[in-house]
């Protein structure tokens, strides 16, 4: 059996009996959304429709201040409304196409007299509902507006979540450059009164050019639904600041993929070709899928499963596992074993396990062992095998599909060493994570980035890693207000392959002070990238033998005691990207990736570029920390006992 090993050395966490109930108990924050079975897969399915849906984010709706304040100048030229309309058409070039993002103004209708107070109060007017992203039309409406009236902030969030879905993530943007003047009800009121409805809603502000009192209000707002507050001093910044926030409102983890549907034997499992897909699993059950593997070639299979947010699971009970078989093409099983454990599955983890299949690389040489080696249709049976309390009976999972062809020359033999972190003296460049894989954020080369993560959220980050380069990376979690349990939350950083399969990971306890991951080590890091890394002495440099995005995961999991006023987190990763650029093997036939079918072969994912936008449908997965028992060590003891997490370097 092979399975995934803990990979760190050292102790982890070593606190009183608080951490142990803050891993016995947590809170519900988002639920994962049912999905319907998929249509019966027929026997040759093709590669994903890049016509398809892609990755789906959170709705959100934008309010944008058009009082009479707004005509004031702006610092950085022109009056302010004019700053905020320049800000938000950014922010609309810079939306993903599949987000749903709508827009609602106030001020608009009426002036600031005292006369006309008690319209004003209530002038809130929906412009574009959160439907699908219509640029011209949002552009319109914002150019179209006219400053002229009150302040009605909290009447203007009370609309802004009307217009949004009754379930499931949902986010505002909310820019003022004032304080609420149609108070009572005060913004920070109306805000907990949201929050108190179990509206798993998010408010994020951005006070433009304001005072203490505004910003005050305005933190406080965001900070009761567990969202950000940030400052913009003039419209320059505000051009900054808006796109960023707006996309971290838009982070939402949603499973993509074509429709597979795995067979209950491997009689007749649906043959994939490389690709995404998604199918749904059940508790318990085994669920089959094959790939035609030609003569040396490799197959990589990754399975991904994100379980929901549950409340009140005992850390003892609070484990998911699955598992991945392999077998020949009469059904014999090939003795390939891959499985993979998820710990504190109630955080709303996701939990990934991937295999590598070479025996198609294999001669046969008429003995037993020919069933598993040779080219063929090998099938791949994906079990969930361990369930924790609370999860639903079914869960989306996703497969990722590849078929690397085979190589005339495989390149250098040997393994190029790890990266030293670097220092840098350059400012950090605000950078906005995704969801997920299909929506990470792209850090581009080495340098500083910067982010803000809410209690509860998966982030991910992406990396361009070209034949002969390598990574080195920390992640800095900077110190917020707040001691004790309410202000605890477990971090983690995980970093992956372009297969997804895990690489490294490392994990502390965030109490409120500065913490930075690894903690024991000066970064995570690769090896420089080779194809025969797959075959090297040390087992965790043969994950880097595939050129690609390489993924950095950001996990802030929701605190001890969640009221909903933990601040976010603002997250510090320092990258440096080395090595020099190699040719890389020969390949047989072109292929720029194995999870795109090779020359004239038709259908598939497209391959991986230098671009910034991630291929339709090829994005998966939020942060998943696969874990094997054996390797961590969970000691509870007593009302006045201690919780020792350690963990084993992979090796």
């Keep these: 059996m092979i399975s995934r090993e803990p990979r760190r050395a050292g102790l982890r966490a070593l606190l009183l009996v608080g951490v142990a109930a803050a891993l016995m108990a947590v809170p519900v924050l988002v639920p994962v959304p049912a999905v319907a079975a998929p249509q019966v897969a027929t026997s040759q399915v093709p590669g994903p429709d890049r016509s398809g849906p892609g990755p789906e984010f959170a709705p959100t709706m934008v309010v944008l201040d058009a009082s009479g304040s707004m005509t004031g100048p702006d610092p950085s030229g022109g009056t302010k409304m004019q700053a905020a309309q320049q800000a938000v058409h950014t922010m609309i070039d810079a939306t993903p196409d599949a987000a749903q993002v709508g827009l609602a103004v106030y001020g608009t209708q009426t002036g600031n007299s005292e006369a006309e107070r008690d319209r004003g109060c209530q002038d809130v007017s929906v412009l574009a509902p959160p439907s699908a992203l219509d640029r011209a039309a949002l552009t319109g409406a914002v150019d179209a507006m006219t400053p002229r009236g009150y302040t009605p902030i909290g009447q203007a969030l009370t609309v802004a979540a009307e217009q949004l879905p009754a379930e499931g993530p949902r986010s505002i943007v909310l820019v003022s450059d004032g304080e609420d003047t149609c108070a009572p009800p005060e913004p920070c009121d109306v805000a907990r009164d949201l929050a108190g409805q179990g509206l798993d809603l998010v408010v994020h502000a951005v006070g433009f050019g304001v005072d203490d009192t505004a910003r005050a209000q305005l933190s406080c707002a965001a900070q009761t639904t567990g969202g950000t507050y940030t400052d913009a001093l003039d419209g320059e910044a505000l051009s900054r600041v808006l796109p960023r926030i707006t996309a971290t409102a838009l982070r939402n983890y949603e499973p993509t993929g074509s429709p597979i549907a795995g067979a209950p034997a491997v009689d007749g499992a649906p043959v994939a070709a490389p690709g995404q897909y998604l199918d749904t699993l059940g508790q318990k059950e085994t669920r089959y899928y094959s790939v035609d593997v030609p003569a040396g070639a490799t197959a990589y299979v990754t399975a991904t499963v994100s379980y929901p947010r549950v409340p009140g699971v005992g850390v003892l009970d609070d484990f998911n596992g699955l598992n991945l078989r392999t077998y020949g093409e009469a059904g014999e099983d090939c003795n390939r074993f891959e499985a993979a454990q998820q710990s504190r599955s109630s955080d709303g983890a996701t939990l990934t396990v991937a295999t590598t299949w070479a025996g198609a690389t294999e001669e046969r040489t008429g003995g037993g062992s020919d069933r598993c080696k040779g080219p063929g249709r090998y099938t791949f049976g994906l079990t969930w095998n361990r369930v924790s309390e609370g999860v639903p009976a079914r869960l989306p999972v996703e497969l990722l599909v590849g078929v690397e062809q085979p190589v005339t020359d495989p390149g250098p033999v040997e393994v190029l060493p790890a990266p030293t972190l670097a220092a840098t003296e350059a400012a950090p460049a605000p950078v906005a994570g995704g969801g997920s894989f299909a929506t990470a954020g792209v850090l581009d080369g080495s340098g500083s980035y910067t982010d803000t993560v809410r209690r509860g959220e998966f982030v991910f980050y992406r990396v361009r890693l070209d034949w002969g380069r390598s990574l080195a990376y920390r992640v800095r979690f900077a110190a917020t207000p707040g001691r004790g349990l309410a202000n605890l939350s477990p971090v983690r950083t995980t970093l992956y392959a372009p297969t997804r399969e895990e690489i490294d990971t490392d994990f502390a306890s965030y109490t409120g002070r500065d913490t930075v991951l690894p903690s024991n080590d000066p970064a995570l890091t690769t090896v420089g990238v080779r194809y025969l890394n797959r075959e090297a002495d040390v087992r ?18 929701p605190a001890h005691e969640d009221d909903g006023r933990a601040a976010p987190l603002p997250v510090r990763i320092d990258l440096t990207v080395a090595g020099d650029p190699e040719p890389g093997p020969v390949h047989a036939t072109d292929q720029d990736t194995p999870f795109e079918p090779a020359a004239g072969t038709g259908g598939g994912l497209p391959a991986a570029s230098g671009t910034d936008e991630p291929a339709a449908g090829s994005g998966t997965v939020a942060l998943g920390t696969p874990v094997v028992v054996a390797g961590l060590v ?16 992979r090796g």
């Design 540 to 557: 965790s440099a043969r994950s880097q033998s595939l050129p690609g995005w390489y993924y950095i995961g950001v996990q802030v999991s």
């Design 634 to 649: 969970l000691l509870v003891v007593g009302a006045g006992g201690l919780v020792v997490l350690r963990r084993r370097r």
